[in-house]
């Protein structure tokens, strides 16, 4: 900006220079040629002053003849002056130098408005060009802001499923360690002998009906679906992960014996941590039932697998 302001400086000084030499040279052109061509006196013949325009004959008549008898001349042709060769460097005339000097003023008028229109396009451009900048920017802006807002929720999300599942996980803890307390409880025994507290197993299934004999079995876990069959064994579950642990697979069976639904639960599981969880439900989608077409469309029962305490699963 400021060399295009420099620059038209430059040119309006040498603009006006060229324009003060142009009438500089033009007045002293008028001055020399001007003084030169001033024409002479124009030069004529003398005519002799009589008393008739027609007079006749070369000598004069006297005075006191009378004018009626003169004889009347014949008519002469009066010499034309002779008019001066106009001068070889005419003047120029004031309507040619205004002429000029308005065509000249015309044009520099036009080279001004043309560079001042040029200006005003280059300005409208570049005010243009700075707001696109600027709405890219703010486009650009807002996707990043809906980005971090995105990664915060995702993370917030993920924070709480795992506050969620510590919660579960502690309070399976909690379910276990007031399973097996003294001071917990209703107060009242459950068993089939004699004395105080919960016959069984430590490692045993609190919904087993079973309260004696030693280990887990063959494989340790069970199932409960009321009026219904295991076809096979209960598929075992793949541990990827050293846990222990009780979990308890709700089931949901059809009328064909298919498991159509398998989601773990609080009551009676002892570790909900998310690797036994996924493996007991993966386990038990695999499981078949006899079929019962007197069934109801959707039974529901569980599955318990065992993890660790010394078995194979």
């Not at 010499?79 to 106009?86: H, V």
């Not at 900048?133 to 802006?141: G, M």
């Not at 924070?159 to 097996?180: D, I, S």
Request: charged share 25%.
């Amino acid at each position: 900006m400021m060399q295009g302001r420099e620059k038209e400086k430059k040119e309006r000084a040498i603009g006006v220079i060229g324009t003060a030499v142009f009438h500089g040279v033009l007045l002293l052109l008028l001055l020399i040629l001007g003084l030169s061509s001033i024409p002479q006196e124009e030069e004529g013949i003398l005519v002799n002053f009589g008393d008739s325009p027609t007079g006749f004959g070369a000598t004069e008549p006297l005075r006191n003849e009378p004018v009626s008898e003169r004889t009347t001349p014949p008519a002469t042709s009066t010499p034309t002056p002779s008019t001066p060769p106009p001068p070889s460097n005419p003047t120029p005339s004031r309507e040619q130098l205004v002429t000029q000097n308005y065509e000249q003023s015309a044009a520099v008028k036009a080279a001004e408005k043309a560079k001042q229109e040029a200006e005003k396009k280059r300005i409208e451009e570049e005010r243009k060009r700075q707001t696109e900048i600027d709405r890219q920017k703010r486009i650009e802006e807002e996707q990043r802001k809906a980005a971090e807002a995105e990664r915060q929720r995702i993370l917030a999300e993920e924070k709480r499923k795992q506050e969620e599942m510590e919660r579960q996980a502690q309070a399976a803890r909690t379910n276990v360690r007031g399973a097996f307390s003294r001071t917990a409880g209703s107060g009242s025994s459950e068993g089939e002998t004699t004395g105080t507290g919960n016959q069984g197993a430590l490692t045993g299934d609190p919904n087993a009906t079973s309260r004696t004999g030693t280990g887990l079995g063959s494989s340790g876990n069970s199932f409960s679906l009321g009026g219904r069959s295991l076809v096979g064994s209960l598929p075992k579950p793949v541990e990827n992960c050293n846990e222990e642990g009780v979990v308890v697979v709700e089931i949901v069976v059809d009328k064909a014996g298919k498991v159509t639904a398998a989601t773990s639960i609080l009551r009676g599981s002892r570790n909900l941590t998310p690797c036994l969880r996924k493996a007991a439900e993966e386990a038990a989608m695999r499981a078949r039932f006899n079929s019962d077409a007197n069934a109801a469309h959707e039974q529901k029962g569980t599955i318990t697998y065992y993890f660790g305490f010394g078995s194979s699963n």
